[in-house]
């Protein structure tokens, strides 16, 4: 048998109602120019009839959904779910639905979810760029789509985005390191963004500041997830414990960090007490691991509020000058997993 049930429509509402499909638009609309009560009866039949409205076809109309992609480099990481909660609390106080997915540092996935979200009509995208100079900012400047980067600064000047000082970050890194005795580091560093470069670039400020050369230091890479950190650190030292006279790890994010402490645990090699680790990001498991690590932190779910905020107020035509870019410090948190060696 054929089920004949179909879902209620406008114009179910406007029949029962004895008005226009026009007024009930405007009454689930709340306009103004509908008396309270006609908008009562009109919600009070939508109700038990269990109408819902199509957002994509209503934003055709009134050229806005409420709805904004976000599109993130990997969720799995808890760096970008703590960006993701501030920017799901900003747009839910404003009124607007996050749609969230992720890109896993994969360009062509990029650029399709990109497309996908557009094609859904959003009314705007934030996103996190795998490079500063990647394609799919042709895709949103070509199609007039107000976007606000995280996490980066674009080579283009013309766009907005909100990053913080990773040069400053790398630096602390490296810095508080020297500050107390160690000379002798691995850096597990990650070369594809331009943010993880600047950190390398402050690591080696702080160095040369200090008298000690980049080129006495063992540099491996790239890594970027907790598996790369692990394999890095796995090649590096093979089957051996020894660890060279190297008497710290400095890795240009938590993940990578935690990734080289777990191989350093399973050789049996002692953190602090054989070698030191630092971390960057402060994701929100740094101090709940064996052993809580020492890390740069970065205002992530503050990142996600400012850019959600601001990227709303383009929409909305509110924000008073374009571009808009912010650029946060960054700040050093000693947990137990550095120690002195003076």
């Given at each position: 048998?054929?089920?004949?049930?179909?879902?209620?429509?406008?114009?179910?509402?406007?029949?029962?109602?004895?008005?226009?499909?026009?007024?009930?638009?405007?009454?689930?609309?709340?306009?103004?120019?509908?008396?309270?009560?006609?908008?009562?009866?009109?919600?009070?039949?939508?109700?038990?009839?269990?109408?819902?409205?199509?957002?994509?076809?209503?934003?055709?109309?009134?050229?806005?959904?409420?709805?904004?992609?976000?599109?993130?480099?990997?969720?799995?990481?808890?760096?970008?779910?703590?960006?993701?909660?501030?920017?799901?609390?900003?747009?839910?106080?404003?009124?607007?639905?996050?749609?969230?997915?992720?890109?896993?540092?994969?360009?062509?996935?990029?650029?399709?979810?990109?497309?996908?979200?557009?094609?859904?009509?959003?009314?705007?995208?934030?996103?996190?760029?795998?490079?500063?100079?990647?394609?799919?900012?042709?895709?949103?400047?070509?199609?007039?789509?107000?976007?606000?980067?995280?996490?980066?600064?674009?080579?283009?000047?013309?766009?907005?985005?909100?990053?913080?000082?990773?040069?400053?970050?790398?630096?602390?890194?490296?810095?508080?390191?020297?500050?107390?005795?160690?000379?002798?580091?691995?850096?597990?560093r990650s070369t594809q963004l331009e943010g993880s470069r600047d950190r390398?670039?402050?690591?080696?400020?702080?160095?040369?500041?200090?008298?000690?050369?980049?080129?006495?230091?063992?540099?491996?890479?790239?890594?970027?997830?907790?598996?790369?950190?692990?394999?890095?650190?796995?090649?590096?030292?093979?089957?051996?414990?020894?660890?060279?006279?190297?008497?710290?790890?400095?890795?240009?994010?938590?993940?990578?960090?935690?990734?080289?402490?777990?191989?350093?645990?399973?050789?049996?090699?002692?953190?602090?007490?054989?070698?030191?680790?630092?971390?960057?990001?402060?994701?929100?498991?740094?101090?709940?691991?064996?052993?809580?690590?020492?890390?740069?932190?970065?205002?992530?779910?503050?990142?996600?509020?400012?850019?959600?905020?601001?990227?709303?107020?383009?929409?909305?035509?509110?924000?008073?000058?374009?571009?808009?870019?912010?650029?946060?410090?960054?700040?050093?948190?000693?947990?137990?997993?550095?120690?002195?060696?003076?």
């Amino acid at each position: 048998m054929k089920n004949s049930y179909r879902s209620p429509n406008i114009n179910d509402i406007a029949k029962e109602a004895g008005v226009s499909k026009s007024t009930v638009s405007r009454a689930l609309a709340d306009a103004k120019n509908i008396s309270e009560e006609t908008k009562r009866r009109i919600c009070t039949i939508k109700d038990r009839l269990g109408y819902e409205p199509n957002n994509i076809a209503r934003g055709l109309s009134i050229k806005k959904t409420h709805t904004i992609g976000v599109l993130l480099e990997d969720i799995s990481n808890s760096f970008y779910t703590e960006m993701a909660k501030g920017i799901e609390v900003t747009l839910k106080k404003a009124g607007y639905t996050m749609f969230l997915a992720s890109t896993d540092f994969s360009c062509e996935e990029e650029i399709r979810l990109t497309k996908t979200f557009i094609q859904n009509g959003v009314d705007g995208i934030l996103i996190t760029l795998i490079n500063e100079h990647s394609e799919v900012l042709n895709v949103l400047k070509k199609r007039e789509l107000p976007f606000f980067v995280l996490n980066g600064k674009p080579c283009d000047e013309s766009i907005n985005w909100i990053d913080t000082d990773n040069r400053m970050g790398g630096y602390l890194q490296a810095k508080h390191l020297i500050d107390i005795g160690h000379r002798k580091f691995i850096i597990l560093r990650s070369t594809q963004l331009e943010g993880s470069r600047d950190r390398f670039a402050g690591i080696v400020e702080a160095l040369k500041e200090s008298g000690l050369s980049i080129d006495d230091q063992t540099v491996l890479g790239d890594a970027n997830t907790r598996e790369e950190g692990f394999e890095l650190i796995k090649g590096f030292l093979g089957e051996s414990q020894e660890i060279g006279g190297h008497s710290a790890v400095i890795a240009t994010n938590d993940i990578v960090a935690i990734g080289a402490m777990e191989y350093l645990f399973e050789k049996g090699i002692r953190v602090p007490g054989d070698i030191s680790v630092i971390g960057y990001d402060d994701i929100a498991y740094a101090p709940l691991i064996r052993v809580p690590l020492t890390t740069i932190h970065q205002a992530k779910f503050t990142m996600g509020e400012i850019a959600a905020y601001m990227l709303v107020n383009i929409i909305e035509g509110q924000a008073q000058s374009l571009p808009q870019q912010y650029l946060l410090k960054p700040h050093l948190i000693i947990r137990e997993s550095t120690r002195s060696i003076v």
